[in-house]
């Protein structure tokens, strides 16, 4: 009989691409990870990679277990949220990957209800960027995640991930308290035009929305902080030394501490979370996302 986690570590190559990769995702060495598919070469009887360079490639016939792989390891989840769904107690432990703001606002709001209304459920939380989070759903290092979406920007679709919206929040310009108020908002973000700007990282989503806003306001950003970090924002924000462009979410429900103005078009930022479909009907799951909801809510009520 075929070894399951073996199985595993075939499907991880297929997507990750190298055995370094696998043995960093399901925290083996390389060695391992190269050690256990030979042996499963040896069970299967025919040979399922092969070197192209420094790396390995599936062969037809390794291809071919691949599928049927991943289809054995769905019915295995299956088989999990079916044993869960006869239970009269929600239990066992969630893995969820969060961003930044997700974690800030909803998290804590939305674990203390789960406490009080499922005890026996365990959540473990890890902050990951939205593609790493997509991948890892996919890949079973994650049940559940949470992503941002921009207006005008999709992410990538796995058809094997469902998404289900949580909440919309506004994204504004931020400025230091006590800023002289514009005309409107197109007045506002041109004014920017000469300030110094702190903005996430390159290659994120929101750097990337951001930069092309103002490059249809006919200006390119001057950035002189690029930080992933939003609470740094607000302070270098709230200090004079930079203006930036901040979700409604990052306030957690409370007042904003620098001023903030609407964008041109009122853009607004789509929260969603994803599950592989063959596990989204767990209990767990389930109650994870209802508490998450219910955070939500509270927090951006105009959005309920």
Not at 113 to 124: G, K, M, N, T
Not at 133 to 156: H, K, N
Not at 210 to 238: K, M, N, S, W, Y
């Amino acid at each position: 009989m075929l070894d399951i986690n073996r199985l595993r570590m075939l499907v991880e190559l297929s997507r990750r691409g190298t055995l370094s990769a696998v043995a960093d995702a399901l925290s083996y060495s390389k060695a391992s990870v190269s050690q256990q598919l030979r042996a499963l070469e040896r069970d299967v009887g025919v040979p399922l990679l092969r070197r192209v360079g420094r790396g390995v490639q599936l062969t037809p016939q390794g291809a071919v277990l691949v599928e049927q792989a991943i289809g054995i390891l769905d019915q295995l989840e299956h088989a999990e949220v079916a044993v869960a769904e006869s239970l009269t107690e929600v239990t066992g432990t969630v893995h969820i990957a969060v961003f930044q703001t997700a974690a800030h606002a909803l998290l804590p709001p939305a674990l203390l209800a789960l406490q009080q209304q499922h005890p026996s459920l365990r959540v473990d939380v890890a902050e990951c960027d939205p593609e790493t989070s997509l991948d890892g759903v996919a890949s079973r290092d994650f049940d559940l995640m949470l992503a941002e979406q921009y207006p005008g920007r999709t992410r990538p679709i796995n058809a094997d991930l469902d998404r289900v919206v949580l909440t919309h929040d506004a994204i504004t310009l931020a400025r230091r308290p006590g800023s002289a108020p514009a005309s409107d908002a197109a007045a506002a973000l041109w004014a920017t035009r000469d300030e110094p700007w702190v903005l996430e990282p390159a290659g994120t989503a929101s750097r990337a929305w951001a930069e092309q806003l103002c490059r249809t306001a006919g200006f390119e950003p001057d950035v002189h902080f690029e930080v992933a970090d939003l609470t740094t924002h607000i302070r270098l924000i709230r200090a004079g030394l930079a203006v930036g462009i901040l979700p409604e979410l990052v306030w957690a429900g409370d007042d904003p501490t620098v001023a903030v103005t609407p964008l041109p078009g009122a853009p607004r930022r789509e929260v969603f979370s994803s599950a592989r479909r063959v596990s989204a009907a767990a209990p767990a799951i389930r109650a994870v996302r209802q508490a998450l909801a219910e955070a939500a809510a509270v927090i951006l009520p105009d959005d309920a």
